[in-house]
């Protein structure tokens, strides 16, 4: 039973990885004001970038340089054309999730490539604690990135300058604006975040845990993260803890069935959606979305 | 939206002045030099993509010159690849239609891939379990259709005026969870599963009887379409006119563009937000029952084929126009016609999506920039008045 136990807590760590990166990205963009439903479009760029950079370079920890490239590169055009251009966050985001399929399908039949994988380290004497020792701490080496990547996040945004102001644009970019922020600018650099670690998050799934680029990997993994910020109500600890549930009720998904148990997997795809929205329901009135969110910022209009 | 402007306590902050309400045009001696630039900057950028998938196809080893020729070949040559076109443009044009309706109530549906797979499943119930004589269980399973799309943009309605959750979030969210409802009555067989006698089934209905197939206009080598296509441009006129010229259609466009105003004048945001919901919905799901009943003619996973999207997409890019979007629709046919005859040339098929998408930015590249432009010339009139009041 506690080898069940083992296995299954490994697979929703390794699953929720993935999510914890760009989970941590798309806070950062939506408390800045962009509800950003092109974080699909990064984690899969980020995902078929990072294989193809360590197919080129024969270098797995340079696949997520990729990653990470590609997603600031998919973020870099949502920003230009929704903070600064003002075209519509979501044609934006829409199209560029259309763009990234696309391209990742077509440079998948075109192009060979054989992509590396990075290595496991396990963390001495720590890993060999019983039942939790492996999931936690034998894991590939980008994961151990979150332990940076968490706090640092969680210092800018709630303890920086910088994150005063992004938190600000998000709520209320017109009193943000007369104070002086450029409101636009911090959306745009909210995004540009976001990009990185969504980029990183889709790199480790191609790179670390599969080790090869399927035709759409992610798989809407980017809306579960989505949903799994909507479900955190919008704080950083919520988000994270909503990715290791929606990691945990993927492989229980996957885990239950091997196990002898039938199981309504319908009811466990849709769960995180459905988990999310209940939380929209039942918490609206304590937990609420920034002021802004998804509305443009443009000075002087109404 | 609706938020931020309800809360503001300032009652002296002016409704938007009424020209708004009407088509925003350009003013004054200039005009027809701002119409020469922005034609121009259309062909600029779309130029400018089509160079990009260009050099993509050139970059790849292929010739860029036979995927146009593929690509026209597909949806624009002959009547047969025409009709193509047109049956890929109705159900673009019924969802966009529906989305047009809801942003013009200040509503941003988003979830129309989930209501277009809800109403096909619904219609799907109707086509396969019901049995009145003639033509009776095709118009039962569209109205099926369009009620279940309105069901599930009704959800999102009541979570919104109930509860105050916002309906971009709640229709996204919903959007997923309706895949799910589609998948779970395909494997079940007492629900829509296929009745196979022999060996595995597939996780897809049983083929629809030809009583409920949408007829075909035309025959096949020569012009042909689907009435599908009738379905969408009545239904996109009847809309359009409802919009512009009855109380209801001002109602509504009045609270998209000023809730405060439009409280203020009696109208009664949840009604007639959740109205504009349901009848978004519901559109959505009549495509859903479209695509089923005059092209799919069975439902698998995947019926929706992204159309809900697309069609969204079509509803932004035509900036809330309903004839624009019946143009864009037509064009967004056709290039998904097209793809269908790129394997031919031994170019993946996904490269229609690429094209797609950097056409679509390429199309809200110049009214972006154009819009910016007057903003700034507008902020600047205003401050040159203040300097000379003072």
């Given at each position: 039973m506690s080898d069940a136990v083992t296995t299954i807590a490994a697979s929703a760590m390794r699953l929720s990885v993935p999510l914890a990166f760009a989970g941590v990205g798309e806070f950062v963009a939506e408390r800045a004001g962009t509800l950003n439903i092109s974080v699909e479009a990064m984690m899969l760029s980020g995902a078929y970038a990072g294989a193809l950079g360590s197919s080129v370079s024969h270098n797995a920890a340079l696949g997520f340089l990729w990653g990470a490239a590609a997603g600031l590169l998919i973020a870099f055009i949502h920003a230009t054309f929704s903070?600064?251009?003002?075209?519509?966050t979501f044609v934006v985001g829409l199209t560029l999730n259309v763009l990234a399929l696309g391209l990742t399908n077509y440079l998948l039949e075109k192009i060979q490539m054989s992509p590396r994988q990075v290595g496991v380290v396990s963390i001495p004497?720590?890993?060999?604690?019983?039942?939790?020792g492996k999931p936690l701490?034998?894991?590939?080496?980008?994961?151990?990135?979150l332990m940076i990547v968490v706090p640092a996040a969680w210092w800018a945004v709630y303890r920086t300058r910088w994150g005063l102001e992004m938190r600000s644009v998000g709520e209320n970019p017109k009193a943000a604006d007369v104070t002086g922020v450029h409101v636009n600018r911090r959306r745009r650099q909210g995004l540009l975040v976001c990009g990185v670690l969504a980029g990183i998050g889709g790199a480790y799934l191609s790179v670390?845990?599969?080790g090869t680029f399927n035709s759409?990997?992610?798989?809407?993994r980017g809306f579960i993260v989505i949903a799994a910020v909507i479900f955190g109500g919008w704080t950083l600890r919520g988000t994270l803890a909503g990715c290791l549930l929606f990691g945990g009720v993927d492989a229980l998904r996957l885990a239950l069935p091997a196990l002898g148990y039938t199981i309504n997997s319908e009811l466990l795809v849709s769960s995180p959606y459905l988990i999310a929205l209940l939380a929209m329901l039942f918490f609206a009135r304590r937990v609420r979305q920034p002021?802004?969110?998804a509305q443009p910022f443009e000075r002087g209009a109404s | 939206m609706t938020d931020l402007a309800s809360r503001?306590?300032?009652?002296?902050?002016?409704?938007?002045?009424?020209?708004?309400?009407?088509a925003s045009t350009a003013t004054g001696p200039g005009r027809l030099g701002a119409v020469t630039r922005e034609v121009a900057l259309y062909v600029v950028a779309l130029g400018v993509a089509l160079a990009v998938s260009a050099l993509l196809v050139a970059l790849t080893h292929g010739s860029p010159g036979r995927v146009v020729s593929a690509l026209y070949s597909g949806s624009l040559e002959g009547w047969g690849s025409f009709g193509y076109t047109l049956d890929n443009a109705g159900p673009l044009i019924i969802v966009a239609v529906g989305a047009i309706v809801s942003s013009r109530a200040g509503l941003f549906n988003i979830g129309q891939e989930g209501q277009v797979t809800i109403g096909a499943m619904t219609a799907a119930f109707v086509a396969l379990k019901v049995h009145p004589s003639g033509g009776l269980v095709l118009v039962l399973a569209l109205v099926a259709g369009a009620v279940g799309g309105a069901v599930w943009a009704g959800i999102a309605a009541l979570l919104r005026y109930w509860?105050?959750?916002?309906v971009v979030i709640s229709t996204l969210l919903l959007t997923f969870i309706g895949f799910q409802v589609l998948n779970y009555s395909l494997s079940r067989t007492f629900l829509l599963h296929e009745h196979g006698t022999s060996g595995a089934t597939l996780t897809e209905s049983d083929q629809l009887s030809s009583k409920v197939q949408l007829p075909q206009i035309g025959h096949y080598p020569g012009f042909n379409f689907g009435s599908g296509l009738i379905v969408a441009v009545v239904l996109a006129i009847v809309i359009s006119l409802v919009l512009a010229r009855t109380t209801l259609g001002f109602r509504l466009r009045l609270l998209g563009l000023n809730p405060v105003a439009a409280r203020r004048v009696g109208i009664r945001a949840a009604w007639v937000g959740s109205l504009a919901l349901l009848v978004s919905g519901a559109c959505a799901g009549l495509a859903g029952g479209v695509m089923l009943?005059?092209?799919?003619?069975r439902i698998t996973p995947t019926i929706s084929n992204n159309v809900g999207w697309n069609g969204l997409l079509v509803a932004l890019v035509a900036r809330n126009r309903p004839w624009v979007a019946i143009a864009v629709a037509f064009a967004f046919g056709a290039l998904q016609a097209g793809g269908g005859f790129l394997a031919t040339t031994g170019v993946p098929t996904d490269l229609v999506n690429v094209v797609e998408a950097l056409v679509v930015l390429a199309a809200v590249f110049p009214p972006a920039l154009d819009e910016i432009r007057r903003r700034r010339s507008r902020a600047k009139a205003v401050v040159s008045e203040a300097g000379g009041a003072a």
């Open positions: 903070h600064r251009l003002q075209a519509n004497l720590l890993s060999r604690i019983p039942v939790l701490f034998a894991e590939r080496w980008p994961a151990y990135l670390a845990e599969v759409n990997m992610t798989a809407g002021g802004a969110l | 503001d306590p300032l009652p002296s902050s002016p409704p938007a002045p009424a020209a708004r309400l009407g509860r105050g959750v916002e009943t005059g092209q799919a003619y």
